[in-house]
């Protein structure tokens, strides 16, 4: 278990933060713009691969592989 | 720590120092905690904007930072002694039993605070059969909340009383995801709200008159939140085990990830339920409810276990402090369970988390001032010719040219706090701080005997 537990905690933390960063750049992406807002035919709210639910899935299960994981990569003596 | 051995009654020896990474993860851990959820949307209610947050918090932070590196730091890996037997050598026995009341009593409320805050998440999948306190609640509201906060502080008073040292691990652990979790709470609101503006986002609500904390005091509170630790010497306690002084920085770890970005993060989520979902600003919204419409399951695991892994070692702190109140009376496990029950009935009272602001200024400006007594005790007794270590040195239970000036400095405190208009709670520590530190030279001129020969 130890020799997983690293790669394992890594990706349970990037599972934490990555679906987020993507939804801010999706949001970003979607913020209507002088342009876009010109053009009636744009859509300003384009929703892209993630999703609010998909993003919470996704940290929920990287909290679990977190709390599985963690404990063997952070040694007592860290 | 080394061996399992705590130094309580001795200095701490070279074998047993840690490294600048040890400090890093604890103060890392212990300031990312469930409060912060709290402070962070506090900030936003009481009108600071975007520049008081980004700036104000960083020059207060940094200025915690500096205290504990050149104050607190330094006087800890001289003397490598715990702030209790530190003070029992210049203030004696019995004084030092007064401040352990004070300290167990504050700390009791404060784990009281963490588990309204924890209470908050776990009330979320009940719905609208458990009524949650807003910013403006004082007392209970109702049965379901009281029941709820009841179980946590059972719990939490267990865990305390058989498994400290699983919590203080379970907090190592979890430090690095929760603070993943409030960069995410952050992130997530930003794209929701189509903009990473803060400026546009973080202002005084229009219509409100000023605002409640204006940038210095934004300053002010980032500095002092903290100020029992730092210029209270309470973290003496910890920092004696560093090597060397410039290891203080490390503080610099707990302060600009849980007391900057953290409460950043966390304020951004008030600011999006009041510009999308039409919240009110004065009464707030739970942050269980903020956290879990963020991030869903993971936002709710995270307010519950940031208010457990810091309600569980405060409620033991304070049971320590009880028992070192009365050593032959009470056990750890009574006085500990007796901390919990203070803490729990504490926590059924949304008054500690919701005026959270204020209550850790008075926490502050109650315990900071004894470090003053410390701090001349190191820096100036040579210079004003005073005796070091008085009451162990001249054998009393207690120095009155301590107690007078403490007295004296958080009597004036609190007569400012409670009948001048305009003094908040969190602007006392320093002055309050400064003022013991001068009167305890006053009054060691006046009461006790000047230095003797070695």
């Known amino acids: 278990m130890n020799k997983f537990a690293k790669p394992l905690a890594l990706l349970a933390l990037a599972l934490t933060i990555v679906p987020p960063g993507m939804i801010l750049l999706q949001g970003l992406s979607s913020k209507p713009t002088v342009a876009a807002e010109a053009d009636t035919d744009s859509v300003s709210d384009t929703p892209g691969p993630m999703s609010d639910g998909l993003m919470k899935n996704l940290m929920f299960a990287g909290t679990l592989l977190w709390f599985a994981a963690a404990p063997y990569w952070l040694k007592e003596d860290d | 720590m080394a061996d399992n051995e705590e130094f309580e009654r001795k200095r701490v020896p070279d074998r047993a120092l840690l490294g600048t990474k040890s400090f890093v993860g604890m103060y890392a851990g212990e300031h990312c905690a469930g409060t912060e959820f709290m402070l962070g949307p506090l900030f936003v209610a009481w009108g600071a904007n975007a520049f008081d947050l980004i700036v104000g918090l960083f020059l207060g ?128 609101v930003l794209g929701r709200m189509n903009t990473v503006d803060l400026f546009e986002l973080i202002k005084t609500p229009a219509g409100q008159e000023g605002t409640k904390i204006p940038f210095w005091g934004v300053v002010a509170f980032a500095w002092f939140c903290n100020s029992a630790m730092h210029l209270g010497m309470s973290d003496l ?13 490390a503080t610099a770890g707990g302060m600009f990830l849980g007391h900057y970005l953290a409460w950043i993060c966390a304020a951004l989520l008030l600011v999006y339920w009041v510009r999308e979902r039409a919240a009110d600003t004065a009464t707030g919204v739970p942050p269980g409810i903020m956290a879990y419409d963020a991030v869903g399951w993971a936002g709710l695991i995270c307010v519950v276990i940031a208010g457990w892994t810091t309600a569980n070692p405060t409620i033991y702190r304070a049971g320590l402090a009880f028992q070192g109140m009365f050593p032959k009376l ?32 008075i926490y502050g400006t109650i315990l900071a001032p004894v470090g003053a007594v410390i701090a001349v005790d190191y820096f100036l007794a040579k210079r004003f010719n005073l005796a070091t270590d008085y009451a162990e040195r001249f054998g009393i239970p207690i120095n009155g040219a301590v107690l007078l000036p403490w007295g004296i400095s958080v009597g004036v405190a609190m007569y400012l706090y409670n009948y001048v208009a305009g003094v908040q709670a969190f602007y006392l520590p320093l002055p309050t701080w400064i003022l013991c530190g001068f009167l305890y030279i006053v009054f060691s001129k006046m009461l006790n005997r000047p230095t003797v020969p070695a």
């Open chain 2, 61 to 188: 932070n940094l200025l915690a930072v500096l205290t504990w590196r050149f104050l607190t730091a330094e006087i800890a890996v001289h003397q490598r002694l715990t702030l209790y037997y530190k003070l029992e050598k210049i203030c004696g026995r019995q004084l030092v039993t007064l401040y352990n009341f004070f300290n167990g009593v504050l700390f009791c409320f404060l784990a009281g605070a963490m588990v309204t805050v924890s209470a908050t998440a776990v009330g979320v999948p009940f719905g609208n059969a458990v009524q949650m306190p807003t910013f403006q609640d004082k007392y209970p509201t109702g049965a379901a909340f009281i029941i709820i906060c009841i179980v946590l502080g059972i719990l939490m008073t267990v865990v305390a009383v058989r498994g400290y040292a699983f919590l203080a691990r379970m907090g190592h652990i979890a430090a690095p995801w929760m603070f993943l979790i409030f960069l995410a709470c952050g992130l997530v």
């Open chain 2, 237 to 249: 306690s910890m920092l004696r085990f560093a090597r060397e002084g410039k290891q203080g920085w």
């Open chain 2, 330 to 361: 009470l056990s750890r496990t009574s006085a500990t369970i007796l901390a919990g029950s203070v803490s729990t009935v504490a926590g059924c009272f949304p008054a500690f988390a919701m005026k959270l602001l204020d209550f850790v200024g």
